[in-house]
């Protein structure tokens, strides 16, 4: 049975396109289109779509505070298609399942590619579990610190997360637990270019740790958060100075540009039994080989488990090809991860 879905945009251009495009796939239909929050809500309510597929900015009430005052009435998983950064953010803190950009509607190749993309994201999102936004802003917490051991592995500690379709919150969730002096922490989380900036100036405000895009070169150091930047690949080394990152463009690998398989691998190779690497909610498999890779260098694994995923896809594909050493709930996550680097 087809997926069916809702498609909210004020663009009347944009909704003939996407419901052209999408005519052309046979597992997902686009049964009807709204232009404004309240012909989205009274459509929602008559067919009972599968997905909806939400404009930001709209005339009335703005698609953001439409899913927070929508979901409480009824879950359904929606999709937020904005060209800010900022306003992505706040539709997943507000419960949205992903976010896409929102393309070119006149670049018919960009308009294509768009499409392909965020037919996958419904596939996965028809099953993603849907939230609803917290009742108070996520705000620091204070935490310890980590009472390093001395010797040749207190300074070669390094953690790695990976994430996907869930993973902005996911990860806000674990790094926001880490004290100011924990080990460096490279992520890479699936996002288009522009985001990512954006992304980790968002982290860098609510952790106790410092947190930047990454920058061909950068050295890590305790304290330091650095998210892999948007189409290009993050790669750890070393040399005899310590951890520093690589930041290039590349082809895709597992369907991604950042590649969490990318980071995993590189951080099997520069680090071995000195790192903690974390697989976080997502779609697909990206992140799963590369941690089996790392628990064979010695590292220690965790997978975030089923109940807590938005998407159990990436940590689930890791947990069964034995990549994943221990499974937590992800308010454990953190929790482990410092008693690990200690």
Same mark, same amino acid.
């Given at each position: ?85 900022? &306003? ?17 509607? #006149? ?69 926001? &637990? ?11 989380? #699936? ?27 950068? &050295? ?12 290009? #690949? ?6 005899? &100075? ?13 369907? #991604? ?86």
């Amino acid at each position: 049975m087809a997926i069916r879905v809702l498609t909210v945009d004020d663009s009347i251009l944009f909704r003939t396109v996407i419901k052209t495009e999408f005519a052309k796939i046979d597992d997902i239909d686009i049964i009807d289109t709204a232009a404004n929050a309240i012909e989205a809500e009274e459509k929602i309510m008559r067919l009972n779509p599968d997905v909806v597929t939400m404009d930001v900015e709209m005339p009335g009430m703005n698609g953001i505070d439409f899913i927070k005052s929508f979901l409480p009435k009824k879950r359904v998983p929606f999709i937020v298609i904005t060209s800010s950064p900022t &306003r992505a953010f706040d539709a997943i803190s507000v419960g949205a399942v992903e976010f896409m950009k929102k393309p070119l509607v #006149h670049n018919s190749s960009e308009m294509t590619e768009f499409c392909e993309r965020l037919a996958s994201i419904i596939r996965f999102s028809a099953k993603a579990k849907v939230r609803q936004a917290p009742t108070r802003p996520i705000s620091t917490r204070p935490v310890q610190s980590i009472a390093m051991p001395a010797g040749r592995g207190s300074s070669n500690s390094v953690i790695a997360l990976g994430a996907s379709t869930g993973g902005t919150d996911a990860l806000i969730e674990v790094v926001k &637990r880490l004290p100011a002096n924990s080990p460096p922490v490279v992520i890479v989380q #699936h996002m288009p270019a522009g985001f990512t900036q954006m992304y980790a100036e968002r982290l860098d405000k609510i952790c106790a740790m410092s947190c930047k895009e990454a920058a061909d070169g950068d &050295r890590l150091r305790p304290g330091l958060i650095i998210v892999g930047a948007g189409s290009y #690949h993050l790669r750890l080394q070393k040399d005899a &100075r310590g951890y520093y990152i690589t930041s290039k463009p590349g082809a895709k690998v597992s369907g #991604h540009c950042p590649s969490v398989d990318v980071l995993f691998e590189s951080v099997a190779e520069a680090a071995g039994p000195y790192a903690v690497g974390a697989i976080l909610t997502g779609m697909g498999a990206d992140g799963a080989e590369g941690l089996l890779k790392m628990r064979k260098a010695g590292a220690y694994t965790i997978g975030q488990d089923e109940a807590s995923c938005v998407v159990y896809g990436m940590p689930g594909v890791a947990f069964k090809i034995g990549a994943v050493m221990k499974q937590l709930p992800l308010d454990k996550i953190a929790e482990e991860i410092i008693s690990k680097v200690r």
